[in-house]
């Protein structure tokens, strides 16, 4: 037996956070061999679980609690690691390194791993404790909205990004009628090109959801009965009537913890790039985690999506097993809504260049982003396999013209091959 082997033996990690980037770095630890206690903290009562279903299948009644479950309970006893679920995390002691739990009790971690994901971004505005305004980010919250989403009710969405507009989209199928409110000029502004969001708003549209872009909301009035919301306000006057309110105006990382701690917080717990924070022994993963530079896009960013929660998990299960950390690769998402399945790979901020592979009239396309001649990130609607190439192409920061992207007779692979001939 080696040594670092019996040192391991006596080593605890914690991980405070029972979503998928803890699962998924309690399991890899032990896959990568770490020979110590491991211990997951989760705050919810479930076992660690997917998000991305609450605002698509699981919401539209299609996928039952179960298929929710990100690993069987099986995973967690094959590896040995303790779950101890519906258990907060209160504070970190880092000299003594030990946890504070809720509870009262306290727990000793040598390594420690903060997977604590984020919150709801709250509106703050007069009447936004009214009852029916409702948030979406975990199991309950679709609990508390699922009695709500019954025909001919008039629901009104604050925020036309993904989550709104994934809600949108099963609302409008059960027959309600829905109103989507959104700031900025266009839906997904943040992250999309504007020919790709008037080819959201026009599929909404065309589904009966009625899009309001440019609206900023000031406020919420009661209802006749004084208690639950009975309309939106809008500054430029406007007033919509809402038997309830669904507010996706994007998450608040839960840094509060590390914060307390004295680690480094900026816009999320700043890690380095193996996601270890300003204190050796403590990492950060997931949505609470922000990168000082991410190890592929080479600059800061913070990302909200399973991909990089688990990519995360695996550099963090790896290095503290002693195991080279695996390279960074581009981020990429997904959404679903109504039949368009829409997958992204890359940032598109800053591009110069854009190439549509399609018709955005259609309901297949791919948009292109290109910066300085290279591919920067891709769009893709309805195109899995080209999505895969896509992906590629931005990996391999491909040098492509533009009109070759957007010629569909041109196959991207030959596109691959000759940038890398190229290169
Ligand atoms: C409705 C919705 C749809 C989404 N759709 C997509 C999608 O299509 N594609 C995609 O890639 N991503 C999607 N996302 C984002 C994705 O789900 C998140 O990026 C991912 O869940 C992040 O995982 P995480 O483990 O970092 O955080 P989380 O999933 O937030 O898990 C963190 C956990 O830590 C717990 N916790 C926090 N503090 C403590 C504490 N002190 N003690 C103990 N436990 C604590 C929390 O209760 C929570 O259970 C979606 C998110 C939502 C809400």
């Given at each position: 037996m080696s040594q670092a082997t019996d040192i391991d033996a006596g080593s605890t990690v914690a991980i405070i956070?029972?979503?998928?980037?803890?699962?998924?770095?309690?399991?890899?630890?032990?896959?990568?061999?770490?020979?110590?206690?491991?211990?997951?903290?989760?705050e919810e009562k479930h076992l660690p679980y997917m998000r991305p279903p609450l605002s698509k299948a699981y919401l539209a009644g299609e996928i039952g609690a179960d298929a929710l479950i990100y690993k069987a309970p099986v995973a967690y006893e094959k590896a040995g690691v303790e779950l101890r679920l519906g258990e907060r995390v209160a504070g970190?002691?880092?000299?003594?390194?030990?946890?504070?739990?809720?509870?009262?009790?306290?727990?000793?971690?040598?390594?420690?791993?903060?997977?604590?994901?984020?919150?709801?971004?709250?509106?703050?505005?007069?009447?936004?404790?009214?009852?029916?305004?409702?948030?979406?980010?975990?199991?309950?919250?679709?609990?508390l909205l699922q009695p709500q989403l019954q025909p001919g009710r008039r629901l009104v969405i604050v925020g036309g990004g993904y989550v709104g507009l994934e809600f949108a989209a099963?609302?409008?199928?059960?027959?309600?009628?829905?109103?989507?409110?959104?700031?900025?000029?266009?839906?997904?502004a943040r992250v999309t090109a504007p020919e790709v969001s008037a080819f959201y708003e026009r599929f909404h549209r065309a589904a009966g959801v009625e899009i309001r872009t440019g609206v900023a909301v000031s406020g919420f009035t009661p209802g006749p009965d004084g208690e639950n919301v009975g309309a939106v306000q809008c500054g430029d006057g406007l007033s919509v009537a809402a038997d309830f309110v669904l507010v996706g105006i994007g998450l608040v990382p839960n840094t509060e913890l590390a914060e307390e701690a004295g680690l480094v917080i900026d816009g999320g717990i700043l890690v380095d790039d193996v996601s270890r924070t300003s204190d050796p022994d403590i990492f950060a993963i997931g949505d609470c985690a922000v990168?000082?530079?991410?190890?592929?896009?080479?600059?800061?960013?913070?990302?909200?999506?399973?991909?990089?929660?688990?990519?995360?998990?695996?550099?963090?299960?790896?290095?503290?097993?002693?195991?080279?950390?695996?390279?960074?690769?581009?981020?990429?998402?997904?959404?679903d809504q109504y039949d368009l399945k829409l997958q992204m790979a890359g940032i598109s901020e800053g591009y110069d260049e854009l190439a549509i592979r399609g018709s955005t009239e259609g309901s297949s396309f791919i948009a292109f982003y290109l910066k300085d001649g290279r591919v920067i990130a891709a769009d893709a609607i309805n195109?899995?396999?080209?999505?895969?190439?896509?992906?590629?192409?931005?990996?391999?920061?491909?040098?492509?013209?533009?009109?070759?992207?957007?010629?569909?007779?041109?196959?991207?692979?030959?596109?691959?091959?000759?940038?890398?001939?190229?290169?």
């Open positions: 956070g029972g979503g998928q980037a803890g699962a998924e770095a309690a399991t890899l630890l032990r896959q990568n061999g770490h020979k110590g206690r491991i211990i997951l903290f989760g970190i002691d880092r000299e003594a390194r030990r946890l504070r739990l809720e509870s009262g009790e306290s727990v000793a971690y040598d390594k420690l791993v903060i997977a604590a994901g984020g919150r709801a971004r709250e509106l703050s505005v007069p009447g936004a404790k009214l009852r029916n305004i409702f948030y979406l980010r975990t199991i309950a919250d679709v609990e099963v609302a409008i199928k059960r027959g309600l009628r829905v109103t989507v409110l959104e700031g900025a000029p266009r839906v997904l990168h000082a530079r991410h190890g592929f896009l080479q600059r800061k960013m913070r990302l909200e999506s399973v991909p990089n929660a688990l990519e995360q998990a695996r550099t963090v299960a790896a290095v503290i097993a002693g195991k080279p950390a695996p390279a960074a690769t581009a981020p990429w998402f997904w959404s195109r899995p396999a080209e999505f895969m190439a896509s992906k590629r192409l931005i990996a391999d920061r491909a040098k492509v013209s533009a009109k070759d992207l957007a010629d569909d007779s041109v196959p991207l692979k030959s596109l691959i091959a000759a940038a890398a001939a190229a290169a």
